[in-house]
């Protein structure tokens, strides 16, 4: 079995998904996990799917053939590896933010993170129209791993630091959500 990752985008339209699958399972491939959105008019998104070593050329071929339908698909074989939930010395934490929205947060925070290790598994982002106040938020959902041998402080002092310069508010702690 050949284990691919695909990328996918085009115009967003009822149908999208159903040929993307329809493609995998005429190739008696097994749709493994995805996470697609709709943003600014196209459908996007990322799908990891198993399929029969002997189906993977016929399989790409038939993804170039859904251009004509309106999707573009990339495909990359996917990189044996532990999942991270697996991982000895790995500890999960969540991270939410909030704040006026404006450029260069996500960026300020992301490299704040990687400077002490700790890299991001999921990330959701989102700008709102801020009630009552006017103006838009911009929100962060994230799922981070943190080198277990990692002292909270030592990343958290420098996010809320950063988090008070940049006007936003900051949740960050172990485990994999705020519950």
Known sequence: MATLVL????????????????????HRGSWQRSEM???????????LVDVPDRQVVALEAA???LSAAGLTVGVAPAQPESRPEDAAGVDHWYLHLVGQDRP?????????LAGHGVGIEELATS?????????????????LSVPADLHAAAVSGP???LADELMVDLTMGPGTDQT
């Open 7 to 26: 990328t996918v985008i085009g115009d967003d339209r009822a149908g999208l998904v159903s040929a993307l699958s329809a493609a995998i399972s005429d």
């Open 127 to 143: 700008v709102t129209e801020a009630p009552m106040a006017g103006g838009l938020l911009f929100e962060v959902e994230a799922r």
């Open 104 to 112: 260069g947060i996500l960026a300020e925070v992301s490299a704040a």
């Open 37 to 47: 959105a709709r943003l600014a008019g196209k459908f996007a998104g990322v799908v």
């Open 159 to 161: 996010l809320e630091q």
């Open 63 to 65: 993804l170039v053939d």
